[in-house]
């Protein structure tokens, strides 16, 4: 497999699954009808998601690699609230695009264990 092949992660939930609640969502969806906009925070075992990874890299096709995770919470929130926070929640990206920018390299930041690519 080339190094530059890049894998889509498909991430979904699904609440029929038992486990342990977990202290953080590292997944975040966002969804809207109507008046109302809801963020869904879900939590994927980072094991479940080596092992699809590693299965991906060995299939010669390039399709998106569906993972399953655990949602940890539902906060809805009316639209017109949601836009009222618009101005503050763009300067907020703009300043971590800006510290992401001032890294040695912009493309690939390092924060604790994780990793952001800018694509």
Same mark, same amino acid.
């Given at each position: 497999?080339? /190094?530059?092949?890049?894998?889509?992660?498909?991430?979904?939930?699904?609440?029929?699954? !038992?486990?342990? *609640?977990?202290?953080?969502?590292?997944?975040? %969806?966002?969804?809207?009808?109507?008046?109302?906009? %809801?963020?869904?925070?879900?939590?994927?075992?980072?094991?479940?998601?080596?092992?699809?990874?590693?299965? @991906?890299?060995?299939? *010669?096709? /390039?399709?998106?690699?569906?993972?399953?995770?655990? !949602?940890?919470?539902?906060?809805?929130?009316?639209?017109?609230?949601?836009? %009222?926070?618009?101005?503050?929640?763009?300067?907020?990206?703009?300043?971590?695009?800006?510290?992401?920018?001032?890294?040695?390299?912009?493309?690939? @930041?390092?924060?604790?264990?994780?990793?952001?690519?800018?694509?």
């Amino acid at each position: 497999m080339s /190094e530059e092949r890049k894998i889509m992660l498909e991430v979904r939930t699904d609440d029929r699954l !038992p486990s342990l *609640p977990a202290a953080f969502g590292n997944f975040l %969806q966002i969804s809207r009808l109507a008046t109302e906009v %809801q963020f869904e925070f879900l939590f994927v075992d980072i094991n479940t998601i080596a092992v699809a990874i590693e299965k @991906a890299k060995k299939s *010669p096709e /390039e399709e998106s690699v569906k993972v399953l995770g655990t !949602p940890v919470a539902k906060v809805v929130v009316p639209a017109l609230s949601l836009m %009222q926070v618009k101005e503050h929640i763009v300067q907020m990206f703009d300043v971590i695009e800006k510290e992401i920018g001032r890294l040695p390299d912009a493309k690939e @930041a390092h924060h604790g264990s994780g990793r952001v690519i800018q694509t």
